[in-house]
């Protein structure tokens, strides 16, 4: 096997995997580039069973440097074909190694790749080990960014317990489209996401760089009412939650909380 380069690999592209007010997003293989160029199932066991995977005993270690003509190494590959035995074992020998951090052609880790194939047991090790959370691919998303747009749960909890120093920054960060992981839950329809996330600190109220859209707005530019009034029932209890820490009392004994509502207007104006 040639260590430094490997056939082709299957484009693994997730930019277009936008699901619109909650609908179920087509699974990952569709999205697969099915050229005559892609790595075939037998021709990657062929390339496992040929390299040997050891207890390093010195810097230089092969099949660390085996590189595809996409820039995938063999953890890439292992966690896209979900060879699970393979990825647990080249995780074990490379704690804390930058091989695990290394980004293909599309700015890729395996950590983004084990999301996008919904693979929260391997995201779970990859973070014990030393993968960094907040590399972001050629679209400036995190692995935490793909889990919202793609509506993981699984992953989203995986993340969110592993990263809890860095989750506030990530967690707000926006890609470079403009959008932070609540306006992309928000545009996916992921009201359970939405909820999470602004449980675990993040601004509501957040906005985009360019257009100033908050994920409400986004909401209601996508005429989706269920998330419409998620947001508008978050925002209301974040207003009462800041009021309590104002007052020091439920703001719905202060007189203020009382005031009579408006006179209804008759239709001929009276």
Same mark, same amino acid.
């Given at each position: 096997?040639?260590?430094? @380069?490997?056939?082709?690999?299957?484009?693994?592209?997730?930019?277009?995997?936008? #699901?619109?007010?909650?609908?179920?997003?087509?699974? /990952?293989?569709?999205?697969?580039? *099915?050229?005559?160029? *892609?790595?075939?199932?037998?021709?990657?066991?062929?390339?496992?069973?040929?390299?040997?995977?050891?207890?390093?005993?010195?810097?230089?270690?092969?099949?660390?440097?085996?590189?595809?003509?996409? =820039?995938?190494?063999?953890?890439?590959?292992?966690?896209?074909?979900?060879?699970?035995?393979?990825?647990?074992?080249?995780?074990?020998?490379?704690?804390?190694?930058?091989?695990?951090?290394?980004?293909?052609?599309?700015?890729?880790?395996?950590? /983004?790749?084990?999301?996008?194939?919904?693979?929260?047991?391997?995201?779970? @090790?990859?973070?014990?080990?030393?993968?960094?959370?907040?590399?972001?691919?050629?679209?400036?998303?995190?692995?935490?960014?793909?889990?919202?747009?793609?509506?993981?749960?699984?992953?989203?909890?995986?993340?969110?317990?592993?990263?809890?120093?860095?989750?506030?920054?990530?967690?707000?960060?926006?890609?470079?489209? =403009? /959008?932070?992981?609540?306006?992309?839950?928000?545009?996916?329809?992921?009201?359970?996401?939405?909820?999470?996330?602004?449980?675990? #600190?993040?601004?509501?109220?957040?906005?985009?760089?360019?257009? #100033?859209?908050?994920?409400?707005?986004?909401?209601?530019?996508?005429?989706?009412?269920?998330?419409?009034?998620?947001?508008?029932?978050? =925002?209301?209890?974040?207003?009462?939650?800041?009021? @309590?820490?104002?007052?020091?009392?439920?703001?719905?004994?202060?007189?203020?909380?009382?005031?009579?509502?408006?006179?209804?207007? @008759?239709?001929?104006?009276?």
């Amino acid at each position: 096997m040639d260590l430094h @380069r490997m056939p082709k690999q299957a484009d693994y592209t997730f930019d277009n995997m936008e #699901g619109k007010h909650g609908d179920a997003l087509q699974c /990952h293989e569709e999205y697969l580039d *099915s050229g005559l160029d *892609s790595l075939k199932e037998d021709e990657l066991l062929t390339s496992f069973e040929e390299m040997t995977v050891s207890a390093p005993t010195e810097e230089y270690e092969p099949w660390r440097n085996a590189i595809t003509d996409e =820039g995938d190494t063999l953890l890439h590959l292992a966690v896209i074909h979900e060879s699970t035995e393979h990825v647990l074992q080249m995780i074990k020998l490379s704690h804390n190694h930058p091989f695990l951090n290394v980004q293909n052609h599309q700015r890729q880790t395996a950590l /983004h790749l084990a999301v996008i194939t919904e693979q929260p047991q391997l995201v779970d @090790r990859l973070l014990k080990a030393g993968a960094d959370p907040v590399l972001v691919d050629n679209r400036g998303n995190t692995a935490l960014h793909i889990a919202c747009k793609k509506g993981s749960l699984a992953c989203f909890g995986v993340i969110t317990q592993n990263c809890q120093r860095y989750l506030a920054s990530i967690a707000s960060f926006p890609n470079y489209s =403009g /959008h932070n992981c609540l306006h992309l839950a928000s545009i996916n329809g992921y009201v359970s996401l939405v909820e999470s996330l602004v449980q675990l #600190g993040a601004d509501i109220n957040a906005q985009e760089p360019c257009s #100033g859209r908050t994920a409400l707005h986004l909401a209601v530019d996508l005429q989706n009412p269920t998330m419409v009034r998620c947001l508008l029932d978050l =925002g209301r209890q974040r207003q009462l939650l800041k009021l @309590r820490r104002v007052y020091g009392v439920p703001p719905d004994l202060r007189p203020a909380e009382r005031a009579d509502p408006q006179p209804a207007v @008759r239709e001929d104006g009276a």
